[in-house]
C-alpha cells in the first residue's frame, strides 16, 4: 500500500509539474511574441518615417494601409502591404515595399515612398546580401547614395534616364560595383510604373483628383 501511495502521489507531482510548465511556456511564448511584434513595429515605423516625417503629416503611417498583390515588385504572388502618408485628410505619398531580385548576391528588399505626382519621396533598403564594402553602400548608413533619387521623377515607362550612368542614365554607379545600384534602381522604376497602372487602388479617392492636375 505505501508503494502505490508513492506511486500515485509521484505521479499527481508529475502531472501538476506539467501543467504548471505548460503554462510558463505558454506565457512565455506569449510575451516572446508580443515583444518581437513590438521590435518588429517599431523598426518599421523607424523606416516609414525616415521616408515620410512624422512633422509632414497627419495620420498614423502603420495603422493607414491597403493590401495588394504585385507579383513584379514582390517575386510573389503573397499579398503586401502599402503605407500612406496624409495631409489634411488627403494621401500625399504612398510606401510600397519592393524585392530587387538582381542583386549581386541575391535578393534586395526595401521600401519605396512615391508621391501623388509619381516623384519619389524617397527609398530605404531593409535587408539585403551585399558585398560589404561595394554593394553596402546602398545602406543610408554607409553612404548617402539612396538620398539621389528623392524628388526624381521617370518622364515615361521607358524612360532612358532611368539608369546608372554606366548604362546611360543618371544615378551613379559604386566604384566596382555597378550590379547592386543598377537592380535597385531599376526595381525603383518598376515601382513608379506599377504606382502609375494603380493609381486608383493605392491613392483612393484621392487618386481622381490628382489624375486631373
Not at 106 to 127: E, Y
Not at 143 to 171: P, R, T
Request: charged share 20%.
Amino acid at each position: 500500500m505505501e508503494m502505490f501511495s508513492a506511486i500515485r502521489s509521484s505521479t499527481v507531482g508529475l502531472a501538476v509539474f506539467a501543467v504548471v510548465t505548460s503554462g510558463l511556456i505558454a506565457v512565455t511564448q506569449v510575451g516572446t511574441k508580443t515583444r518581437i511584434e513590438h521590435n518588429e513595429r517599431e523598426a518599421q515605423a523607424k523606416a516609414l518615417y525616415e521616408i515620410v516625417p512624422r512633422s509632414q503629416i497627419d495620420n498614423d503611417l502603420l495603422d493607414d494601409t491597403v493590401e495588394f498583390v504585385a507579383p513584379g515588385l514582390l517575386g510573389s504572388d503573397t499579398p503586401a502591404t502599402a503605407w500612406r502618408a496624409r495631409r489634411d485628410g488627403k494621401v500625399q505619398t504612398v510606401i510600397l515595399p519592393v524585392t530587387a531580385p538582381d542583386g549581386y548576391t541575391g535578393n534586395i528588399h526595401m521600401i519605396v515612398g512615391i508621391n501623388a505626382d509619381a516623384s519619389i519621396a524617397g527609398l530605404r533598403v531593409l535587408a539585403h546580401k551585399e558585398t560589404p564594402g561595394l554593394g553596402d553602400k546602398v545602406e543610408l548608413k554607409k553612404s548617402d547614395w539612396v538620398l539621389g533619387f528623392n524628388g526624381k521623377s521617370m518622364a515615361s515607362s521607358n524612360d532612358s534616364n532611368w539608369a546608372v550612368k554606366k548604362d546611360g542614365g543618371q544615378f551613379d554607379q559604386f566604384t566596382g560595383a555597378t550590379i547592386t545600384p543598377r537592380a535597385i534602381v531599376n526595381a525603383t522604376g518598376r515601382a513608379i510604373n506599377y504606382f502609375r497602372s494603380n493609381r486608383v487602388q493605392l491613392l483612393g479617392s484621392d487618386s481622381a483628383e490628382v489624375s486631373q492636375q
